[in-house]
């Protein structure tokens, strides 16, 4: 009777997990699994496909074009990131305060850009910047900076790392503010009674309360940064030579695959992008294993 | 609205250029591909808008975009009830359309449908992978000069010769037909073309007292002498980083880069005698900041020529219709003539841009794919069509280049001269370019190679050296006996 019951519902247990599973399986285990395959082979348009066996790993690893992008992208996370997660925070702690009048409706304006698609954001942003007509170029002019190029060799990245923060504040700034509503309201009130300074019970009390909070935004910022692409391959459409062909590491890999044709090569680079990746965020979770986040 | 440019016989034109719309229809496409975004989770969802179409006199079947692609039919819709033989059709440029309504009212046992997936890359992109899967090409599609060898050397394209291509040899200008020849056999019909000339502003050249250069010596001191007279206006723009346009100045100076005739050796050379003199002759004008700089067909060049800052443009035949929208001030003063010569009193042309027409190995109905090939490239009927509004082809079909009425034809930006006799005659005098199969490749990497030389912070000669580096190694890695 009893094992009966059991059995029935890891049957149900299945059917809940099913669908996840399928599209896991189907668009997440497949493809890699034949990502990897694909990277033992290579195709050259004299001779055809062949076994290759790990030169295409190799080939990557001694690829300095691969390489700067993943440098390039790491400079990018180094900046990008830390501005990005202080305005987030600023802003998540001027909502909880509650000082500001209408917060819902600001609160919701904030995260309105994480809504809009990133091609989309980034289509608006470059007619923004554009050198010839953009707003943004007059204003520089307006001001005195002369004839600035936004999309030039000096400005591009920085361009980029306004057009992601613009996209991702408001998002982080929700799971800031959502940590900061979790901080026990007696901790601060004894602070209060204590003529504690406000940016003191900001700065010494909320902010190592949602810690835990601030390393996960890290790690999946990192991880974010290291597979940007949409945003450098709008802004190419846009000034053509902007963005080289290594720009950033799946900029590369696309270009590789779907430009020169060599996906084999492509799958090779996408792998190793890949272990880059599992290995962050490996990091990740022994960081917060150690801070006794979870067992 | 004109949306023409958006769509262009050549692939580097889809960049934004003009007024961003070219840039909205690319992200239709992009929209689909671009899942990994700056963050790990979705924050693209697919658009399913139809790339801007050409919206103009086409009598074409309803433009509708199939619900999960940017794929636009713009002909042949009502082919799927038909019994006819059914052809796919895949081409970009505007109007197109009208000439597919005709040849399916004038031939009942033939539809064809002709579909829009995108102008250059997206279209190759879409054909290769079509190719890969063993199914889904069409069975004839627009694809460009220097980009036919590719489906060649993976024998892709029909041989046309068994369907009556040589028919038509004698109806197109010799150099063209060599382009979609290989030995004996003949792997598209040659469409557009783009022959160049020296278009130039004459009224600019007027007031700076510059009659049109003949000789390149002659160019050079003029345009030292225009950017001393005025600093802030050049002779003309050079787009270092538009591949095909330096290429086509390298075919006239007989510094063409490539030899190649098919299989598997291939001669690359960017950094022989011919090649750095001619990096030479540009660089030091450039050196000099005697040159304009920037993108060339985009909103800033035609602005600068527009203004008056830019003289001059070593421009195709199909320039003046891309630059016409932008123009106001100058409307009227634009002239064009034959291009400078390297040996003064030789008469060498040069071509920039065009499409030939194969048929797919895939085909079903090659016969009648090449009929159809045929009647769109080598009839006048056809050619009455497309050599309109929007989409102004140029030929490389002799009855209309010989055609005074076609030598004739003019647009507000010339006044009453006519800049069709130096772009008709420029055609007759053109040699074939011998193209490698990997031009994707080479374009791709050019636009990052030749950047530094847009902003300065690199030689022209310095590009060609790493140029060729990239090239041969690419060569090598494709499995090339390559010679340099």
Known sequence: MRSSWIHRRDRRGVWFVAPFLLGFVLFMLVPLGYAVYTSLYTYRIIGGTSFTGASNYTATLENGLFWNGVIRVIIFAAIQIPVMLVIAFFFACVFDLGVAKYGTFFRTVFFIPFAVPAVVGAVMWSFLLEPQFGPFTRLASALGFGNTNFFGPNLILPSIIVIVIWEWTGYNMMILYTALKSVPRDVIEAAILDDTPLWKIIVRIKLPLVRPAVVMLIFLNTIGALQLFTEPQILEYFQQGAISVNYTPSYYIYQTAIAADETNLAAAMAVILAVIIVLISALSLIARRRRGEFA | ?484
């Open chain 2, 1 to 484: 609205m004109n949306t023409d440019r958006t769509r262009t016989r050549r692939r580097r034109r889809t960049r934004l250029a003009v007024g961003g719309f070219a840039a909205m229809a690319a992200i239709t496409g992009l929209a689909a591909c671009s899942s990994g975004s700056s963050s790990s989770s979705s924050s693209t969802s697919p658009t399913t808008s139809a790339p801007a179409t050409s919206g103009t006199a086409s009598a074409s079947a309803a433009a509708s975009a199939s619900p999960s692609s940017s794929v636009t039919v713009e002909a042949g819709a009502s082919c799927a009830s038909s019994s006819a033989v059914k052809i796919t059709f895949w081409a970009w440029v505007p109007g197109l359309g009208r000439a597919v309504n005709e040849f399916n009212a004038t031939h009942p046992g033939i539809c064809v449908t002709q579909e829009d997936v995108g102008a250059g890359d997206p279209e190759y992109v879409a054909i290769t992978n079509a190719l890969k899967a063993g199914s889904g090409a069409p069975d004839v599609a627009e694809v460009e000069y220097d980009e036919l060898p590719s489906f060649e050397i993976t024998k892709s394209v029909d041989n046309l010769v068994p369907y009556g291509a040589n028919n038509y040899k004698n109806d197109f200008v010799p150099w063209a037909w060599q382009e979609v020849s290989q030995g004996s056999a003949v792997y598209a019909i040659p469409g557009d073309a783009g022959p160049m000339a020296f278009y130039y502003n004459s009224a600019l050249l007027a007031k700076y007292n510059i009659s049109p250069p003949t000789t390149w010596a002659q160019f050079a001191t003029d345009a030292a002498t225009l950017h001393k007279d005025d600093p802030s206006a050049y002779m003309t723009n050079f787009a270092a980083t538009d591949l095909q346009w330096i290429m086509s100045l390298m075919a006239q100076d007989n510094a063409w880069p490539f030899t190649y005739t098919g299989g598997s050796n291939v001669t690359i050379d960017w950094t022989g005698a011919a090649q750095m003199a001619f990096a030479q002759y540009w660089q030091n004008m450039l050196s000099a900041h005697e040159l304009n700089s920037t993108t060339d067909v985009s909103a800033t060049s035609f602005a600068d020529m527009d203004k008056g800052i830019d003289a001059s443009w070593l421009s195709s035949a199909w320039g003046p219709s891309y630059f016409l929208p932008d123009a106001k001030s100058s409307l009227g003063d634009w002239r064009a003539t034959a291009l400078p010569q390297w040996t003064a009193g030789a008469d060498v042309a040069a071509n920039w841009g065009g499409s030939s027409y194969p048929v797919f190995a895939q085909s079903q109905h090659p016969a009648q794919a090449a009929e159809f090939a045929e009647w769109l490239n080598a009839t006048t009927a056809s050619w009455n069509i497309t050599k309109t509004a929007p989409s102004l082809l140029f030929p490389t079909y002799v009855p209309l280049l010989n055609d005074p009425s076609y030598k004739d034809l003019n647009n507000a930006l010339s006044g009453t001269s006519d800049p069709n006799v130096a772009f008709t005659s420029a055609a007759s005098h053109i040699s074939s370019d011998e193209w490698p199969p990997f031009m994707t490749e080479a374009l791709n990497e050019a636009s990052t190679v030749f950047a530094g030389v847009q902003n300065g912070k690199e030689t022209l000669q310095a590009a060609f050296t790493s140029f060729q580096n990239v090239l041969v190694s690419y060569a090598k890695a494709q499995g090339f006996t390559v010679n340099t």
